[in-house]
């Protein structure tokens, strides 16, 4: 059994910052890629950003600059340092890491943290 649980997600106003993370537990051989999602009401859920094992990272044009996604690979844990919030940042966060187990390669989903920006 995996488990990614997420953590750090508030309230926090416009112009301020939350760091969330992500830790991922279980029976892991190794873990590829990881990454951040989020979900704002009534829209879909979107790529925010990415990093490799080795730390090759990408994010969606929106938060270039105010976003930074970084790992600790010892901890199995990924981080992502949010600054700069706006308002259209508010969502639900959720990690995804792709995880080798005895059974292969899979994707794993946490189940969220909510982040919510006040203008």
């Known amino acids: 059994q995996v488990q990614l649980v997420e953590s750090g997600g508030g309230l926090v106003q416009a112009g301020g910052s939350l760091r969330l993370s992500c830790a991922a537990s279980g029976s892991i051989f190794s873990i590829k890629a990881m990454g951040w999602y989020r979900q704002a009401p009534g829209k879909q859920r979107e790529l925010v950003a990415t990093?490799?094992?080795?730390?090759?990272?990408n994010y969606v044009d929106s938060v270039k600059g105010r976003f930074t996604i970084s790992r600790d690979n010892a901890k199995n844990t990924v981080y992502l340092q949010m600054n700069s919030l706006k308002p259209e940042d508010t969502a639900v966060y959720y990690c995804?890491?792709?995880?080798?187990?005895?059974?292969?390669?899979?994707?794993?989903w946490g189940k969220g943290t909510l982040v919510t920006v006040s203008s």
């Open positions: 990093i490799t094992s080795g730390g090759s990272t």
């Open positions: 995804k890491a792709d995880i080798r187990t005895g059974l292969g390669v899979m994707d794993y």
